[in-house]
């Protein structure tokens, strides 16, 4: 498995890839993820957590980084597999299926290459449809840059023989891609293990939100989340008491969502730094209602893993998504909380206080928790890659 994104890394791509990993070794399967590292002083290192092998080769950083600086450095991640790989004591290894994760894009280059020499089929897993995505945001325009994102978009796709997509609205993307002899497109579910509240050492009840209810937002905070509407509900509910705003993570937007909260004088929100994946449930056990947000923009669909965590605590959750996302249905349907599309404060502001004052909070507590066993398992992950990758040997 190749991915850019494993352990001691926090973000929540890190921790759906660990799940998997441990999951692949639950079933009695021999797994390797190879992961570039920007830390290591030598080209490669090789460990075994939890029983997952995990090759680590040196490349470029690619976080906390410029745009320019971050594209380049992703760039050269398929020669840094590469390098990495054949310097490695795993170099002459024969695998018997690759199986990569998106974001990012530029993985495509490595798994033609250990494809062809193992002569094996490929799964990609896709969870952001790039560059897509930055355009329907307005943050590119469809000249140069963009085709120089697609062209990197196609060779990726060129070298799976399956993509596995998160929600059946990302289905028609792929449709021109499918009808080439060979290929398989199905809709893979997010997944997350089951994890135990080991505590936090965030402590609502020794901050200045101590005694509200509150609702968290535990994730990524960029361009891609819009932010912004969940301050304009902070400052609609500000001389309320009872109510309070916890947001734990990193991005690129942190900095001037914190500056603007400080402008807007919020004495309801607290920002925290990110926090390790082991101390998530220990924070969401002191909350209530958990916040998922997605710029309206968006025109690709996607069930963000912090949904999934929020359901595994049994968090209703507060939406803010965009247009079609299969989410929406999702969350209805379930009753596991309120999704909002559109642009109005107000509405969103409303619907987010109808949630907070629902009676049923412990009803919509059971069916997240329920939804997050049924639907969103990395057991039911694993079984659908491995039933795809060995119909392929058949």
């Not at 797994?31 to 080769?57: F, H, K, N, Y």
């Not at 062209?151 to 596995?164: L, N, P, R, S, W």
């Not at 912090?306 to 605590?313: E, N, S, V, W």
Request: proline share 5%; with cysteine.
């Amino acid at each position: 498995m190749i991915a850019d994104a494993y352990p001691p890394l926090r973000s929540s791509g890190a921790v759906q890839l660990r799940d998997l990993s441990r999951e692949f070794v639950r079933q009695g399967h021999d797994i390797t993820v190879i992961v570039p590292s920007a830390s290591l002083g030598t080209p490669w290192a090789l460990e075994t957590l939890d029983g997952v092998q995990v090759l680590r080769v040196k490349a470029m950083q690619t976080r906390d980084t410029s745009y320019v600086w971050r594209t380049l450095a992703e760039l050269a991640l398929s020669h840094f597999v590469r390098k990495g790989l054949e310097a490695s004591p795993l170099r002459d290894v024969k695998w018997d299926a690759v199986v990569w994760y998106s974001p990012t894009i530029f993985f495509g280059r490595a798994v033609a290459w250990l494809k062809a020499r193992s002569r094996c089929p490929s799964y990609l897993i896709i969870r952001d449809i790039f560059p897509e995505w930055a355009v329907d945001l307005g943050l590119m325009g469809r000249g140069p840059v963009y085709k120089f994102f697609k062209y990197f978009e196609q060779v990726q796709y060129a070298a799976a023989d399956t993509i596995g997509v998160q929600s059946h609205a990302g289905l028609p993307y792929f449709a021109e891609w499918s009808r080439q002899p060979g290929r398989r497109l199905e809709v893979l579910q997010n997944w997350l293990a089951p994890a135990e509240n080991m505590g936090c050492s965030i402590q609502v009840s020794e901050t200045h939100l101590a005694g509200r209810r509150i609702f968290v937002y535990a994730g990524n905070m960029g361009a891609a989340q819009s932010m912004d509407m969940v301050l304009g509900l902070a400052d609609r509910l500000k001389d309320r008491t009872d109510v309070g705003f916890m947001f734990v993570g990193r991005g690129s937007d942190v900095a001037r969502l914190r500056a603007l909260a400080e402008e807007m004088q919020l004495p309801n929100v607290l920002f925290h730094d990110e926090i390790d994946p082991t101390e998530v449930p220990g924070l969401l056990a002191q909350c209530h209602v958990g916040l998922v947000m997605l710029d309206p923009r968006h025109k690709t669909h996607n069930v963000p893993g912090k949904f999934l965590t929020y359901m595994q605590a049994g968090l209703p959750v507060l939406a803010r998504i965009n247009a079609g996302n299969d989410l929406c249905d999702l969350i209805a349907r379930e009753g596991v909380g309120k999704a909002y599309v559109g642009e109005s404060l107000s509405e969103f502001a409303d619907l987010g206080m109808a949630l907070f004052e629902e009676q049923d909070k412990s009803g919509m507590s059971t069916r997240a928790k329920a939804l997050s066993e049924s639907l969103y398992s990395s057991r039911a992950a694993v079984d659908q890659i491995v039933r795809n990758l060995k119909s392929y040997t058949k």
